[in-house]
């Protein structure tokens, strides 16, 4: 099955910081999404991204679907920010294929004051 | 904003207690499914289901799950005598059908057995 990888995955910033957080993932998909796991343990939406670029606020994300990447930039950084960043795949639609979302390890982003 | 519903949002149960945990997905998605989160780790794939049966499951997802969709809007998994690795936080997720599709999330219920 597909795998997915992140990087780095601990990242320990100052307030204001830039940062960029990557998804590496070993197969074709035609579905991406980054979410940030709360300290709730909540699943927030970030992006849906399956190709190009997207940004909202502070964040933006670029996936190049053909090179099998993407990257998540955290720009300014708040202490809200801390929490875990996931990137989850799917490849539905695809003759066959699953049609389940497989996330990624995860990164655990620390913003500190 | 349409969004996926789950309930409760934090359940204690004793060990080899069935628990039933809800989920309202969006409207008009066909594609749900459960996830697990242990705790620390990454989400974890339980079952996927569509056209009102089990389209795809992990093998995690043994006998002692199940799920249902009772009526036209809950989705549900009964787990059925849980165990002290049953702890994790539980999320339900929808979509539409398509290839270009974007999967919605439940904040989760966290269920702790004791």
């Known amino acids: 099955g597909i795998q997915v990888e992140q990087s780095p995955p601990d990242l320990i910033l100052q307030e204001g910081a830039n940062s960029t957080l990557r998804c590496n993932f070993s197969?074709?998909?035609?579905?991406l999404q980054w979410f940030h796991q709360n300290p709730w343990g909540q699943l927030i939406n970030l992006f849906y991204?399956?190709?190009?670029?997207k940004q909202n606020g502070r964040l933006s994300a670029t996936t190049v679907a053909t090179e099998r990447y993407s990257l998540l930039y955290i720009s300014s950084s708040q202490t809200t920010d801390s929490g875990v960043y996931f990137c989850?795949?799917?490849?539905w639609g695809y003759g066959g294929a699953t049609n389940k979302l497989i996330f990624g390890t995860g990164t655990l982003l620390a913003v500190q004051p | 904003e349409p969004e996926v519903t789950q309930t409760p949002s934090h359940q204690v149960t004793q060990m080899g207690q069935e628990v039933i945990l809800r989920c309202v997905p969006i409207?008009?998605?066909?594609?749900f499914y459960w996830y697990r989160q242990i705790l620390g780790q990454k989400v974890e794939f339980l079952v996927s289901?569509?056209?009102?049966?089990?389209?795809?499951k992990s093998e995690i997802f043994d006998d002692q799950f199940s799920v249902e969709r009772p009526d036209g809007s809950n989705f549900t998994l009964k787990i059925r005598s849980t165990k002290l690795e049953d702890s994790a936080m539980y999320f339900c997720?929808?979509?539409?059908?398509?290839?270009?599709?974007?999967?919605?999330f439940g904040q989760g219920t966290r269920l702790t057995v004791v």
């Open positions: 997720a929808s979509r539409n059908t398509g290839i270009s599709s974007e999967a919605f």
């Open positions: 409207s008009n998605h066909l594609y």
């Open positions: 991204i399956p190709s190009g670029t």
């Open positions: 989850a795949v799917g490849p």
């Open positions: 197969d074709s998909v035609n579905n």
């Open positions: 289901f569509y056209n009102n049966e089990i389209s795809e």
